[in-house]
């Protein structure tokens, strides 16, 4: 595909566990996708068809709306009236939708880059912090953790597992104990004997109390802004691609409250509805960065536009 040259890429590997991980989405929605482009004429049967599949794979009705728009548009200038001829156009509109992310700050150098990460309960930000540590280690970067999730004693229990498997130092308090305070001290380890230069911070996720945490989550941010400049530069949040439309709700009332510069997209090895990935990018105006591929440490790939869009039809 020509469009692929103007994108940044992932590696190799990463592109191709993205590809691996759709393979729910590919035998779903986005199959029947496939054969609709191979089967029909242009016709308004196919373009209700269209709309009808895009809506039900999570691409979501406003985003389903624009992606159709530009599409009609381009085979109106090209002149198309094969489904078959129009099948490239379709998936370059797609990339293109998923758009040209600005550079992640996280790939620009600083003594100290701090990554806030948070997420409803249960979405995958512990595990999907593991994973990220482990990926920058493997470039060679020094990376701490931070237990800022205190509220249990599972949760800081089961960051310090990762942090030993993977060989990275993780900075905890006793369960219970103010959050602002691990986030204090794990700056100071950063800055100061361990000199990390990615300092990666977990939070709790509990919705139900989302006043406390929102608030929570806007103390983290002064900390981290008072000792370290322009902290947090990364604020990740996690969302559940099985949980489809709902991730966009919880997204919407997360970007109400801190600034969120990245998604990490989990469990797209375990949705059949990879879809939504467009309505993020489109309606939350935030790029993806990262998906989790499945549980394992090395399942974890840095998000490719191209390499998705083949993944969803190939
Ligand atoms: N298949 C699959 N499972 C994942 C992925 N990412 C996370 N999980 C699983 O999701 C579950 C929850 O993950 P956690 O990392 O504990 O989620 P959390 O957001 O930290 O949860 P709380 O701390 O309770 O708020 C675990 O069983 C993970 O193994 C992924 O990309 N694929
Ligand atoms: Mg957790």
């Known amino acids: 595909m020509v469009l692929s040259r103007i994108f940044k890429r992932a590696s190799q590997e990463d592109q191709q566990k993205i590809e691996r991980s759709l393979e729910r989405t590919r035998r779903g929605v986005f199959g029947q996708l496939a054969s609709l482009f191979q089967s029909s004429e242009l016709d308004e049967e196919f ?16 985003t389903t709306e624009h992606l159709l728009n530009r599409f009609r548009q381009r085979v109106k200038e090209v002149g198309i009236k094969r489904a ?5 156009i379709f998936k370059e509109e797609m990339i293109n939708l998923l758009g040209d992310a600005p550079p992640a700050a996280l790939d620009q150098p600083r003594l100290l880059t701090v ?32 237990a800022a999730d205190t509220y249990r004693a599972a949760a800081i229990d089961q960051l310090r597992e990762w942090g030993k498997r993977i060989n990275v130092e993780v900075i905890a308090h006793q369960p219970g104990s103010d959050p602002g305070a691990v986030v204090y001290d794990a700056i100071r380890a950063a800055q100061e004997s361990r000199k990390a230069d990615v300092l990666i911070i977990d939070t709790a996720g509990r919705l139900h109390t989302k006043y406390n945490l929102m608030k929570e989550l806007t103390k983290i941010r002064h900390i981290c802004a008072r000792q370290v400049h322009k902290a947090p530069h990364e604020t990740y949040l996690v969302l559940d691609a099985t949980t489809g439309q709902n991730a966009l709700i919880q997204a919407q009332k997360f970007k109400e409250a801190v600034d969120i510069t990245g998604v990490i997209l989990t469990k797209l090895d375990g949705t059949a509805k990879g879809g939504v990935v467009f309505a993020i990018q489109n309606e939350l105006g935030v790029p993806v960065r990262w998906v989790g591929t499945g549980e394992q ?18």
């Open 297 to 314: 440490i090395t399942d974890f790939a840095e998000f490719d536009p191209v390499a998705f869009v083949e993944g969803l039809f190939e």
């Open 47 to 62: 373009w209700d068809d269209l709309e009808a599949l895009l809506i039900q794979s999570d691409v979501g009705v406003a």
């Open 115 to 146: 990554v806030l990460v948070v997420g409803v309960n249960g979405s995958g930000k512990t595990t999907s912090i593991a994973k990220l540590a482990y990926h920058l280690k493997q470039q060679g970067k020094k990376v701490l953790l931070a």
């Open 84 to 88: 078959d001829e129009a099948y490239e």
